[in-house]
Every structure is written in C-alpha cells, then in structure tokens.
C-alpha cells in the first residue's frame, strides 16, 4: 500500500492543524493505521493509531486531549485532527499501516508497522 501525508504547515501555539493520510493500492479497512512524528535530532515516536473499523484508538499522552484520530475507509483516508498546539508538536509527521487481524491491540512502535507515507512538516511558533 503507497501512503500520502499531507496538511502540515506553518501554525502559531495554540492553533490547529489537520493531517491527511490517502492510501492507495490496498483497501486501508485491512490496516490499523498510525501516526508518528521524528522532532530535529531526536528519534521517531508514536503520537495516535487507530482500529481498522476506527472503533479504538491510542494516544500518546503527551497529545492526549489536544490530538483526534480518525478514518474513512470508503475514502481510504485517515486523519490527524491536532488542536491547541505546541512549538514541541514541531516535527515531521508521518503515517504508518500495520496489516493485522481485526482484534489486535494497537501497537505503538514502528517495527509493527508495514507501511509508511513520506512524512509531512508541521512547524508550531511560539
């Protein structure tokens, strides 16, 4: 499955953003999907995945409350919704798919993960 990142951008603190992730290739409703963010000299992390029906998610806590994922699987598109944002939300974005059996617990690191988008720059000023 190829992914597409978009939606990044140059926002002040206390903004919002919203991320998109199109896939193509495979039907996305066969993948629990993620979202991972790599911050200048530091390493990759998980920020939020989502169920292959969209029915549970995950969060990392340091998004919790502020970030919403969610899916469409007619349009084969998952989503990073991000609200009152922060300079140390300032990263490269990326999307990730984990093909898995409807009943897996979300994973949270990105040796799980199969896929993976190209990344899109989301830059927060303060």
């Known amino acids: 499955v190829q992914l597409q990142a978009s939606g990044g951008g140059l926002v002040q603190a206390g903004g919002s953003l919203s991320l998109s992730c199109a896939a193509s290739?495979?039907?996305?409703?066969?993948?629990?999907m993620g979202w991972f963010r790599q911050a200048p000299g530091k390493e990759r992390e998980f920020v939020a995945a989502?169920?292959?029906?969209?029915?549970?998610?995950s969060y990392a806590d340091s998004v919790k409350g502020r970030f919403t994922i969610s899916r469409d699987n007619a349009k084969n598109t998952v989503y990073l919704q991000m609200n009152k944002l922060k300079p140390e939300d300032t990263a490269v974005y990326y999307c990730?798919?984990?093909?898995?059996?409807?009943?897996?617990?979300?994973?949270?690191?990105?040796?799980?993960?199969?896929?993976w988008g190209q990344g899109t720059q989301v830059t927060v000023s303060s």
């Open positions: 990730a798919a984990d093909r898995v059996i409807n009943t897996a617990p979300l994973q949270t690191t990105q040796i799980s993960y199969d896929y």
């Open positions: 989502v169920s292959r029906g969209g029915g549970v998610t």
């Open positions: 290739g495979r039907t996305l409703s066969n993948y629990a």
